[in-house]
């Protein structure tokens, strides 16, 4: 009974191993087109995720209009401060993981670049891309200040090394979000798409890496790795 009960058990694991094993395989032989193809739903379910999630509370739009404030984060100020949305303490735009903003549908004016391109990473994987990185780029005019002006986009391995893309302005698809550049540290680039290259890329992250930076200031400790390297 034993040595029946013990062949069971090898048979299971064999099973349980030749599919694991075929679907890591399945996802290293994606070819380009078929990660392209899985990259546009992955963009378009982002960008679904987000419209549905940044709708502005009215009592919100009532409280900007009594201020008077033309200041761009006071919606996400509002957020944050909101008892209903107070999921852990310490909070700011930083400090909430892939997994937090898909399950509060926390708006983007909340989380900003760095939160959209953590929920993109989360849901490529979802789909079987597997080799999916954040890419910390500094603004260039101000490097060397000690000042927060960056934008968070996503780099996805091809055959031909690792393609840049920008998922933050909603609407996208591969060809339209996709970065020209080789990806590499320190490489001047067009995070932006405004067709000028004015960013620098400081740091190529895991998304894990890149959910550990929760604060400004631990933020910044990447962007002073580009101001020491272009002193």
């Not at 937090?100 to 993109?120: M, Q």
């Not at 200040?145 to 920008?166: E, R």
């Not at 004015?198 to 933020?219: D, G, P």
Request: charged share 25%; glycine share 4%.
């Amino acid at each position: 009974m034993k040595k029946v009960i013990i062949i069971a058990i090898i048979v299971i694991l064999g099973i349980v191993g030749y599919f694991l094993i075929s679907s890591n395989r399945h996802q290293q032989n994606l070819t380009d087109q078929q990660i392209v193809e899985r990259l546009d739903t992955v963009l378009k379910r982002v960008d679904d995720f987000f419209i549905s999630a940044d709708v502005i509370p009215e009592n919100y739009k009532q409280m900007k209009i009594k201020e008077n404030s033309d200041d761009e984060f006071f919606y996400r100020n509002l957020w944050l401060q909101d008892a209903k949305h107070q999921i852990k303490p310490n909070q700011n735009m930083f400090s909430f993981s892939a997994d937090e903003i898909d399950k509060y549908k926390i708006p983007s004016y909340v989380v900003g670049c760095s939160g959209r391109a953590n929920l993109f990473a989360k849901y490529a994987k979802e789909a079987g891309i597997k080799d999916v990185y954040v890419v910390v780029s500094v603004y260039t005019p101000d490097i060397g200040k000690q000042h927060m002006n960056g934008h968070q986009i996503i780099a996805v391995k091809m055959s031909n090394g690792l393609q840049l893309l920008d998922p933050a302005n909603g609407a996208y698809n591969f060809n339209r979000a996709k970065i020209d550049g080789d990806c590499k540290l320190n490489e001047i680039i067009d995070a932006t798409h405004h067709g000028k290259k004015e960013y620098q890329i400081a740091a190529i992250m895991t998304q894990e890496e890149h959910e550990k930076l929760t604060s400004v200031e631990k933020l910044m400790e990447v962007y002073n790795r580009v101001s020491k390297v272009s002193e």
